[in-house]
Nanobody, 128 residues
Framework: QVQLVESGGGLVQTGGSLRLSCAASGRSLSSYRWGWFRQAPGKERELVAA????????YYRDSVKGRFTISRDNAGNAAYLQMNSLLPEDTAVYYC?????????????????????WGKGTLVTVSS
């Protein structure tokens, strides 16, 4: 059984940095797409960043471009989200997800894939 566990969340001031990690167990997810979603209080869950299984092609939502960087290890055991220049509007629970790429959906539509594995989330709070 695949399990994803996020870590690295916490409280940081505006302009600060955090590095989120997502560790997978159960089996290698090297052929999966990985992504980070977030959900702020009272808002819908949104895709923040995603990375293809090749480790090169990435997607970022506009509000985090130039500030966040997604990466993954080649073994398919972990993914990371480096977050710099954090803003209060980045406050949310951040979720890691790994999905099996069917070849039908674009990277930024990974939430529509059939096989998905989610972590339970880690809270990021950015104070003003």
């Amino acid at each position: 059984q695949v399990q994803l566990v996020e870590s690295g969340g916490g409280l940081v001031q505006t302009g600060g940095s955090l590095r989120l990690s997502c560790a997978a167990s159960g089996r290698s997810l090297s052929s999966y797409r990985w992504g980070w979603f977030r959900q702020a209080p009272g808002k819908e869950r949104e895709l923040v960043a995603a990375i293809e299984r090749n480790g090169f092609n990435t997607y970022y939502r506009d509000s985090v471009k130039g500030r966040f960087t997604i990466s993954r290890d080649n073994a398919g055991n972990a993914a990371y989200l480096q977050m710099n220049s954090l803003l209060p509007e980045d406050t949310a629970v951040y979720y890691c997800v790994a999905v099996w790429p069917s070849g039908v959906y674009a990277l930024n539509a990974m939430a529509q894939e059939g096989e998905q594995h989610w972590g339970k989330g880690t809270l990021v709070t950015v104070s003003s």
